[in-house]
């Protein structure tokens, strides 16, 4: 049995940040959140999608299937790299807060520590492109969730991160995205939008220049686990949720990315079975709604530990 873990690797040449200014937003909302006005035009140009897993067949061509993606739109996207004598791209993150991205723990677990420690962590962000015209944040702390399991009697298990940096998200085009509360449910076969910098090739490897987006169908979960139920290692537990579509998908390096419905966050990508865009087995994500209060408890805290140390540096003046 194969499992894919929804990122690769990629060592790059190291490619120095540009200066340069995107066109100016002319609609986007302020609050937070991308205009209906946008996501109703993807979903009127796209109204095909319909599930039917027992007749559909592998498309050669595979975001898988997708379209580029605009950050003036999807301006919470971003995504992790570590740099040495290369620049290695580590898969994607979602801006949840002004210092805090999160994402799936595996993404975190191929920094590793060391990589965090030695200051050659990042978030990149602010642009569609991932090696051009970003601002760049240094991660300084990361949070991976203590009962994360990687092949242990469930593939990828409590699959989510969190990661903290330096200077707060402050740019153009970074915007927090609203992630689901613990009563968050998803409307089921309808679609719900996955983004990412994966590969675009059902063989390859490679990351994608730009961002992409392609539009999925969420799974009942019940059929969910029933699909999966005789694999071994690879049982859905309420923390995952099933997303697919006909020869759309998810892939290697898209991992840690966001998938989104009704504007709202509320899976992340995290891993798959034979190959992208199976007709048979959808991509399987982490269920935010489930680390609500997880994710809430980090970034509290942190908001506390900075307040405590404005009142220390109030004193001192």
């Not at 302020?30 to 993807?42: C, M, R, V």
């Not at 992409?212 to 049982?235: D, E, G, M, W």
Request: net charge positive.
């Amino acid at each position: 049995m194969m499992i894919e873990l929804r990122i690769f690797i990629i060592v790059v040449n190291t490619v120095v940040a540009m200066n340069t200014t995107l066109a100016p937003l002319t609609f986007f909302r302020h609050n937070n959140q991308f205009t209906d006005q946008y996501l109703n035009k993807i979903f009127n140009e796209n109204n095909e999608l319909s599930i039917n897993y027992r007749h559909s067949e592998i498309l050669e061509s595979r975001i898988i299937d997708g379209f580029p993606a605009d950050i003036r739109y999807f301006p919470f996207v971003a995504c992790l790299v570590t740099k040495s004598y290369a620049t290695n791209f580590r898969g994607g993150a979602s801006i949840i807060s002004p210092y805090w991205a999160v994402t799936a723990a595996h993404c975190l677990q191929e920094i590793g520590r060391y990589r965090l420690q030695a200051n050659m962590a990042f978030v990149r962000s602010n642009s569609s492109y991932w090696r051009h015209y970003y601002m760049e944040h240094l991660i300084i702390k990361a949070v991976i969730h203590m009962n994360y399991t990687r092949h242990i009697n469930n593939a990828l298990d409590y699959d989510i991160g969190l990661v903290k940096v330096a200077t707060p998200f402050q740019g153009n085009y970074e915007r927090q995205i609203a992630f689901a509360n613990a009563n968050f449910r998803p409307e089921v076969d309808r679609e719900a939008i996955v983004l990412g910098w994966g590969t675009t090739d059902p063989l390859g490897t490679d990351v994608n220049e730009k961002l992409r987006y392609t539009l999925i169908r969420v799974n009942n979960q019940k059929n969910c686990k029933a699909l999966f139920k005789h694999r071994k290692n690879t049982q859905i537990t309420n923390r995952m949720l099933c997303a697919g579509a006909p020869g759309r998908d998810s892939c290697i390096n898209d991992s840690g990315g966001p998938l989104l419905q009704n504007q709202i966050l509320f899976g992340i990508v995290s891993f798959g079975v034979k190959g992208c865009a199976n007709p048979v087995y959808p991509g399987i994500y982490s269920r935010v709604q489930y680390f609500n209060d997880w994710i809430r408890h980090h970034i509290a805290h942190e908001y506390e530990e900075r307040k405590s140390d404005n009142s220390k540096q109030k004193g001192r003046n």
